[in-house]
T-cell receptor
Framework: QQQVKQSPQSLIVQKGGISIINCAYE??????FPWYQQFPGKGPALLIA?????SEKKEGRFTISFNKSAKQFSLHIMDSQPGDSATYFC??????????????FGKGTLLTVNP | DTAVSQTPKYLVTQMGNDKSIKCEQN?????MYWYKQDSKKFLKIMFS???????INETVPNRFSPKSPDKAHLNLHINSLELGDSAVYFC?????????FGQGTRLTVV
């Protein structure tokens, strides 16, 4: 059972365009939703995260939109740059950290930004 | 300064062998993890340890045995390696919500 569904699997965007990646979750106990960015040969790195008490969070060109009733959240990358080309993972967890913190990941989106 | 470091970065071995991957974090975090990333890049948790105590074991075959000698180290020993064990194994650590990942160990079983 896949608890976090991510789409699309791959995405090609022109430089300066907007990249949008969507995720949906099933477990209503999830209370923390991070996005991770992974470059080839590297480990995932936290990009931005949101809790369900807010509907949007923005950090620079990256924005998370969160819809609690629909159990969906999305990542928007504004003014996409070739350096943003990477695999993006949405994730979810419950418990707010501590020793039982377990990230459930989506299957990833390979983003390619063409110059 | 490397926050979460794993060794080796690449590991090629034959079926049936036993191998270990080592992980160390210098972030002062209490919790450490092993995640497996398969050939389709799907990331799944295997184990988590908090202060040397096993907290999460996600139905991983008992050929996989994690060991945490102290809260800064978490090693993964794999017995009787199988072709299906080929993957990238990531160590991670966290204090609260943010997990920091190592660069991964690409294990290839031939």
């Amino acid at each position: 059972q896949q608890q976090v569904k991510q789409s699309p699997q791959s995405l090609i965007v022109q430089k300066g365009g907007i990249s949008i990646i969507n995720c949906a979750y099933e477990n209503t106990a999830f209370d923390y939703f991070p996005w991770y960015q992974q470059f080839p040969g590297k480990g995932p790195a936290l990009l931005i995260a949101i809790r369900p008490d807010v509907s949007e969070k923005k950090e620079g060109r990256f924005t998370i939109s969160f819809n609690k009733s629909a159990k969906q959240f999305s990542l928007h990358i504004m003014d996409s740059q070739p350096g943003d080309s990477a695999t993006y993972f949405c994730a979810a967890t419950k418990g707010g950290g501590g020793s039982n913190y377990k990230l459930t990941f989506g299957k990833g989106t390979l983003l390619t930004v063409n110059p | 300064d490397t926050a979460v470091s794993q060794t080796p970065k690449y590991l090629v071995t034959q079926m049936g062998n036993d191998k270990s991957i080592k992980c160390e974090q210098n972030l002062g975090h209490d919790t450490m993890y092993w995640y497996k990333q398969d050939s389709k890049k799907f990331l799944k948790i295997m184990f988590s340890y908090n202060n040397k105590e096993l907290i999460i074991n996600e139905t991983v075959p008992n050929r996989f045995s994690p060991k945490s000698p102290d809260k800064a180290h978490l090693n993964l020993h794999i017995n009787s390696l199988e072709l299906g064990d080929s993957a990238v194994y990531f160590c991670a650590s966290s204090l609260y919500t943010e997990a920091f990942f190592g660069q991964g160990t690409r294990l290839t079983v031939v």
